[in-house]
């Protein structure tokens, strides 16, 4: 394994007949994801991180105490104008300000990664229902799941980055979906746990410390947006019909993500077919780690890229599929990066590893 050298402020000017660094950018820089963002940026040896702005157009300028010797640049007040001078734009902002910006951006030549849901459902009636304020998806849209996206990413002009829940759940349950291996028709229950900071920077009472501290509470059931797009992959993985139930939890961890997921097998299937599986759709999947019968927990992927998938299966035929996540890594801003290193054809590892 490589030592990194973590660089200043940006990246130095390539040398003489050196690939030009990608010019990139960061729209919300002071929240959660925003951060992280930066932090994984200011190391990666193929990108010129020219700005990092704030959500909105008066904020005054500042810098992060937490990246001092990262990238002591400041976060400056949101501009359109300056992100149309980037080639690659990130957006860590609300749906609503990431559903009018990123279309102008596209049309400006800049290719887009989007971490709002803003582009996530390609369903107009879902979009329409989860997402109002989309008006318009830009032409080269790609979902951006990268180890399920095929090829696609590498040429999108806008990557809308998957959320967190759905990117652990899918992962862990797509390739059974494609390989047939889920009984017809039967139903599948997801019970997904989330550290604190996938609820967002902004400050609300179900997320002051002495309301959540020693304590754990279900939300959203029935009615969180991410159910949507997790029936979108599991739509698009099969065309058997599987009636979900998904029903998210808000557990006291600064970061984490456990997606616990319940389905029935078809006849015969073995815990050795889902291995099978598991290793040919992830053979070459740098960040998949299959731990088969062991079960994965939070901790062994908190701030890291990696999701790790786990299964049981009993006699009768059902199975319980375990997958974790770092919300703010694999759920956000590393699957982010990892889209932009595929973008620019490098390894996906980069600035990850």
């Known amino acids: 394994m490589h030592t990194v050298v973590e660089s200043e402020s940006r990246s130095p ?8 660094l990608t010019r990139v950018a960061v729209a919300g820089a002071t929240g959660f994801t925003g951060q992280e963002l930066l932090r994984l940026l200011s190391r990666h040896p193929s990108v010129q991180l020219i700005a990092a702005m704030s959500s909105g157009a008066t904020a005054a300028a500042r810098k992060l105490p937490g990246l001092a010797r990262l990238w002591s640049g400041e976060i400056t007040p949101l501009s359109p104008d300056t992100l149309r001078q980037s ?5 860590a902002l609300p749906d609503a300000a990431a559903a009018e910006l990123a279309p102008a951006l596209v049309d400006a030549g800049v290719r887009v990664i989007d971490l709002s849901g803003a582009f996530r459902l390609t369903a107009p009636a879902e979009r329409a229902r989860w997402y109002p304020e989309t008006r318009r998806v830009p032409d080269g849209a790609v979902y951006g799941l990268t180890e399920l996206a095929g090829g696609a990413v590498a040429g999108a002009r806008l990557v809308a980055n998957p959320g967190c829940y759905p990117t652990a759940t899918l992962l862990a349950l797509a390739p059974l979906a494609s390989a047939g291996l889920l009984a017809p028709g039967s139903d599948i229950i997801i019970d997904a746990k989330s550290g604190v900071s996938g609820a967002g920077k902004t400050p609300s009472e179900r997320t002051h410390f002495s309301e959540i501290h020693g304590s754990m509470g279900a939300y959203g059931v029935f009615g969180h947006r991410h159910g949507a797009e997790i029936e979108q992959g599991i739509a698009a993985a099969t065309s058997d019909p599987h009636p979900m139930t998904f029903v998210p939890h808000l557990v006291p961890l600064d970061r984490g993500i456990l997606s616990t997921i319940y389905l029935r097998l078809a006849p015969g299937t073995t815990e050795d077919a889902l291995a099978a599986v598991y290793q040919q759709a992830y053979a070459a999947a740098p960040f998949i780690r299959l731990v088969g019968s062991s079960l994965p927990e939070i901790k062994h992927v908190a701030h890291t890229n990696f999701c790790d998938v786990g299964w049981r299966v009993d006699a009768s035929g059902r199975a319980v ?3 974790v996540i770092d919300n703010l890594l694999k759920g956000a801003s590393g699957q982010a990066v990892q889209n932009l290193n595929v973008m620019l054809g490098v390894d996906e590892r980069t600035a990850l590893w």
């Open 13 to 20: 000017s390539p040398p003489s007949g050196a690939a030009a």
């Open 87 to 91: 080639d690659v734009v990130f957006l």
């Open 321 to 323: 599929l375990v997958s």
